[in-house]
């Protein structure tokens, strides 16, 4: 059973540049959400999706967004990008939106983004 | 969001006991504790959770306080795939599913051999 998959794994990108990336939960999970890790922080929620709309948002400007597609795939999208942007981008899968689901989010291994 | 407090690092001996503490003071009645780890080059994985009472599992046991304001995450013996930060995080819920879960910097446990 294949846990959740990020892609693409790493990737470099200069800055005003868009960039979109990939993730597909784990298997049965109808739930995504997106994370943002700078170095040596912890992880800093971005936004959930479920049934293909965002339901929660963190503290992200408006240049962050995100899609949720039929098979419950997810894309994050980042557009003009900022050299603060650089970070590794977690995603992360469960189930149950709205049923009070107390149990644990799997996450990614993350896509690393560098922009120069 | 209520507010964690962790020691930046702690250190342990391989096969040992370890014990990391986690202060919540502000914590609300809704509120879940939750203990995630991130091992080095992956994300963030799930290790136990609880609101008010003690709970084990097969990674670990969680040892919440009788008001709640503090908990122990509790590795029964250490071995060096423990090495990882450690997150202990309140997750509230309010009528409905909450995914926004506020991480802090952690706990970085270092296993010795």
């Known amino acids: 059973d294949a846990g959740v998959t990020q892609s693409p794994t790493h990737l470099i990108k200069t800055r005003g540049q868009q960039v979109t990336l990939r993730c597909s939960p784990k298997?049965?999970?109808?739930?995504v959400s997106w994370y943002q890790q700078a170095l040596g922080q912890g992880p800093q929620f971005i936004f959930q999706?479920?049934?293909?709309?965002e339901r929660q948002r963190g503290n992200f400007p408006d240049r962050f967004s995100g899609h949720q597609f039929p098979n419950y795939s997810s894309e994050l999208n980042v557009n003009a990008l900022l050299l603060g942007d650089s970070a590794l981008y977690l995603c992360?899968?469960?189930w149950g939106q709205g049923l009070g689901n107390t149990g644990e989010l799997f996450f990614g291994e993350g896509s690393r983004l560098t922009v120069l | 969001d209520a507010k964690t407090t962790q020691p930046n690092s702690m250190e342990s001996n391989e096969e040992e006991p370890v014990h990391l503490p986690c202060n919540h003071s502000?914590?609300?009645?809704?509120?879940?504790i939750h203990w995630y780890r991130q091992l080095p080059s992956q994300g963030p994985e799930y290790v136990i959770h609880?609101?008010?009472s003690n709970v084990n599992n097969r990674m670990a046991s969680l040892a919440i306080a009788e008001d709640r304001k503090s908990s122990t995450l509790i590795l029964h013996r250490a071995t060096l795939r423990d090495a990882a930060v450690y997150y202990c995080?309140?997750?509230?819920?309010?009528?409905?599913?909450?995914?926004?879960?506020?991480f802090g910097k952690g706990t970085l446990l270092t296993v010795n051999p």
């Open positions: 609880g609101l008010t």
């Open positions: 992360a899968s469960s």
């Open positions: 502000t914590i609300s009645g809704t509120d879940y």
């Open positions: 298997s049965g999970h109808d739930t």
């Open positions: 995080i309140l997750r509230g819920y309010s009528g409905g599913s909450n995914y926004k879960l506020t």
């Open positions: 999706y479920y049934e293909e709309e």
